[in-house]
């Protein structure tokens, strides 16, 4: 088969599932060739060995997340691994990068403590865009640490990754920004298929939700940290809210580019 025709075939059987099938189709057979994109464009009447290709399209049409099949997911510009072991970064947790660079822009050496690092695309980001921070990533999930040492590497940024529960095996106090993207969707949502390819511990933050996002708060609280930034379920002002309801502590909440409540930042002047 001539690479154009097994494009046209590809782009035929992704149609159901995807809005940009025919992108989809030349994305993964560059990921399949090794190859890049002008590349395909250049060589349409190639002949191509189509049948591991074809394994790739059955993966898509099954729903698997394209990154996961091509282990490329694109973060603020930026490339990283992912696979099944960590969840795909998404577009709206950039706004939280941006949020936690701007708080930290006063402050000589930030020290920055990520829970839930996954791909470590958070922390990355964050030493590449603030060099002198001194970061820490936590995850509970010895094979996602995995996945953002690989990325760290890739980067080239010096972050110290600590496999935890929590703050359970990080005992360090008074550090300047705790950030966090945790699982806060409810264990009884049900998801859309291409979400069951991802971590269950990268999802699902307890029977009501926010049950981590209020643990990480506590956190805040107990370790006297200057900032906490985080992300949440559209539908988890209210809850977070209340939960703050009688503290002293001032919170304002971000919305992503959806215009859906999306996060919060809490300070101590
Ligand atoms: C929503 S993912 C966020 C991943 C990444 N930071 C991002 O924004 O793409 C949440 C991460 O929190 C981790 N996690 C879940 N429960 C945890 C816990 N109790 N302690 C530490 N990490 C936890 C999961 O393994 C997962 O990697």
Redesign the pocket.
């Known amino acids: 088969m001539l690479v154009k025709d097994a494009l046209v075939e590809a782009t035929k059987r992704i149609k159901g599932i995807s809005a940009i099938p025919n992108k989809e189709a030349r994305i993964l057979l560059a990921s399949y060739l090794h190859k890049d994109q002008i590349w395909i464009i250049t060589h349409d009447n190639e002949p191509l060995e189509e049948e591991g290709y074809f394994e790739l399209i059955k993966r898509r049409v099954n729903n698997e997340p394209i990154e996961y099949i091509t282990n490329s997911a694109s ?1 603020y510009g930026e490339n990283f691994y992912v696979d099944s072991n ?5 577009p709206e ?1 950039e706004i ?1 990068i941006d949020l936690v660079v701007s708080t930290c822009k006063g402050i000589k050496r930030p020290r920055i403590v ?10 990355i980001m964050l030493s590449l865009l603030i060099p002198d921070a001194i970061i820490t990533a ?4 010895k094979e ?1 640490l995995y996945v953002a040492k690989k990325n760290a590497e890739k980067h080239d940024v010096h972050i110290e990754f600590i496999h ?3 703050c ?1 095996n990080f005992h360090e106090n008074n550090f300047d920004m705790l950030v ?5 969707i409810a264990n009884k949502e049900s998801l859309h298929v291409g979400l069951s390819y991802e ?1 269950n ?3 699902y ?1 307890g029977n009501v939700g926010d049950e ?1 996002l209020r ?1 990480i708060i506590d956190i805040y609280e107990e370790k006297s940290v200057k900032y906490l930034a985080c ?1 949440m379920g559209y539908d988890q002002k209210d809850k977070i809210s209340n939960y703050l309801k009688n503290s002293d502590i001032k919170v304002d909440f971000y919305k992503d580019l959806a215009g859906l409540d999306r996060g919060f930042i809490i300070g101590r002047s």
Not at 86 to 90: F, G, H, K
Not at 114 to 123: K, L, N, P, R, Y
């Open positions: 973060f960590a969840l795909i970064p998404r947790t939280l990520e829970i839930g690092t996954g791909s470590g695309v958070i922390s936590i995850d509970i999930s996602a935890s529960d929590l359970e966090s993207n945790p699982p806060y971590p511990l990268a999802l933050g981590i643990k992300e």
